[in-house]
């Protein structure tokens, strides 16, 4: 791999990106990026897109999770292990129900940067530049802390190696076993409102792990795990000093993660960020908005899959609950008119978004279930593959999004809100969420070609 690229994209106008007040600076950390090691290898990168591929026709689903933003404040043992622990549990219920591999995605190690609806913040009569994420600024509403400072996306990096460390460490150590997972995931139904509606469901699971247990045939999958790290390619300055040239191909490869995506503020055809990812070979992601057009997103197809090869390209689509019925059927027919063979992915969080009456920035969990059953449905009523979903979530017990079995109203909110942009569901609501969405299979694969009794490849 070498860092010796043209990057001839950051001549383009890119949106969302920080005024670094000392140039000097930035070119001294992005040299020193340059130079170092990369987080991942092209050929896990290549990997991804194979699941990926499997996703797209059906034959797995995507579960892709983690912070809205990151901190450097939270990379800590702790807090990294629930939010993986929370996202192999959810994993687990839906492996089961679903009946096909789940590819699991973090957004974890390196989702440091955030796009703003506005660039300034007003609190009591003071105006400062918003807070951009831990790569860029601090969350701190003080005007130094707000200044942005390269020097952060040095720890960015550093944040991201020792996440993603972590992560390695404990899907393959024997940690992440199934089984291991699985009574993690009765621990919870024996304290949750919801455990009784789900008991059914663990019984079944309980039955098939003896079952496999008793032929001897425990896979090997059993006991590691196969987990990818994804964030959004914002900053083009941190990923271009990422962009490495694969010795085995010549091809270009962000390798700061496995897969980035591009947001719904940053998808201009004419940008830097969709000229950048149409130039890596990454799996990339698009977040679709409710004001996308067919023709968006068949132009976004011609310029990031011009070849058609399936798990190239994911969309993320991000509607909102009372729009996702209305507005996915057109898109997803039309994109499949066209013969382009995409992942669709639903994130029900950033349609869903509100100010609470208290104050908070909040979604009601019912509004995120909604937002994924409609997904489900546009896609069974169309014969196309609901190929995952995207969520905000922590493993922690936080009070950020309400309702959920334990009915989180808009004055728990203050209690334990700490998210550094958008409100994640907890681990109890994140675990609620797999078990509705295995509800939704009848506990067994409904919504893929497997289920259906359709061939698999
Ligand atoms: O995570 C997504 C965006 O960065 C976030 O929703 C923007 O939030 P804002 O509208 O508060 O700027
Ligand atoms: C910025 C985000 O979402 P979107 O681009 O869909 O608004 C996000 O995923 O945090
Ligand atoms: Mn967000």
Redesign the pocket.
């Known amino acids: 791999m070498t860092a010796d690229i043209s990057a001839d994209w950051m001549s383009l106008p890119a949106a969302q990106q920080p005024a670094w007040p000392d140039p000097d600076a930035l070119h001294e950390v992005l040299s020193s990026l340059r130079s170092s090691p990369p987080l991942v290898y092209a050929a896990e990168c290549d990997q991804l897109r194979h699941r990926l591929a499997a996703v797209a026709r059906g034959e797995a689903f995507l579960l892709q999770a983690g912070d809205?933003?990151e901190t450097f404040d939270g990379v800590s043992a702790d807090q990294i292990d629930n939010k993986l622990r929370t996202i192999l549990q959810m994993a687990a219920v839906l492996t089961y129900a679903a009946s096909v591999p789940v590819v699991k995605v973090g957004?974890m190690a390196g989702?440091y940067a955030?796009?703003r609806s506005s660039d300034a913040e007003t609190r009591d009569g003071v105006t400062l530049p918003s807070y951009r994420g831990d790569a860029v600024n601090g969350l701190a509403f003080e005007e130094a802390a707000r200044v942005p400072d390269p020097h952060r996306l040095t720890r960015m990096y550093h944040a991201s190696v020792t996440t993603l460390n972590l992560v390695r460490a404990f899907t393959t150590g024997g940690y992440a076993d199934l089984r291991r997972v699985h009574a993690w995931n009765r621990d919870f139904l024996a304290l949750s409102p919801v455990g009784e509606r789900y008991e059914d469901l663990a019984r079944q699971i309980d039955s098939a792990l003896a079952f496999m247990r008793s032929c001897g045939t425990l896979p090997r999958e059993i006991e590691t795990v196969e987990f990818y790290a994804s964030h959004?390619a914002l900053l083009l300055d941190y990923e271009t000093a990422l962009t490495r040239v694969d010795s085995r191909s010549g091809n270009l490869y962000d390798v700061s993660a496995h897969m980035v995506?591009i947001?719904?503020?940053?998808r201009q055809l004419d940008g830097a960020h969709v000229e950048f990812a149409a130039r890596i070979r990454n799996p990339i992601g698009v977040?679709l908005?409710p004001s996308t057009t067919a023709d968006d997103a068949l132009a976004l197809i011609d310029r990031l899959d011009p070849e058609r090869q399936p798990g190239r390209l994911t969309f993320?689509t991000?509607m909102g609950a009372e729009r996702i019925r209305d507005v996915l059927p057109g898109l997803v027919e039309k994109v499949t008119a066209s013969g382009a063979q995409v992942v669709w992915v639903c994130?029900p969080?950033?349609g869903n978004t509100y100010k609470s009456e208290s104050g908070y920035k909040t979604r009601q969990f019912s509004s995120i279930c909604d937002e994924i059953r409609g997904f489900f449905e546009v896609h069974r009523h169309l014969g196309t593959q609901p190929g995952g979903i995207?969520v905000?979530l922590t493993g922690d017990d936080v009070t950020e999004c309400v309702g959920g079995a334990h009915e989180i109203a808009d004055a728990d909110l203050r209690h334990r809100y700490e998210t550094a942009?958008?409100p994640r569901l907890n681990r109890s609501q994140s675990l609620e969420l797999a078990f509705m969405i295995a509800e939704m299979y009848g506990g067994s694969g409904a919504g893929t070609r497997a289920h259906r009794g359709e061939e698999r490849r």
Do not use: F, L, S, Y
């Not at 947001?263 to 940053?266: I, K, L, N, P, Q």
């Open positions: 809205c933003a957004r989702q955030k796009p959004e995506w947001g719904e503020r940053t977040k908005g993320i991000r994130d969080m950033h995207h905000e942009c958008d």
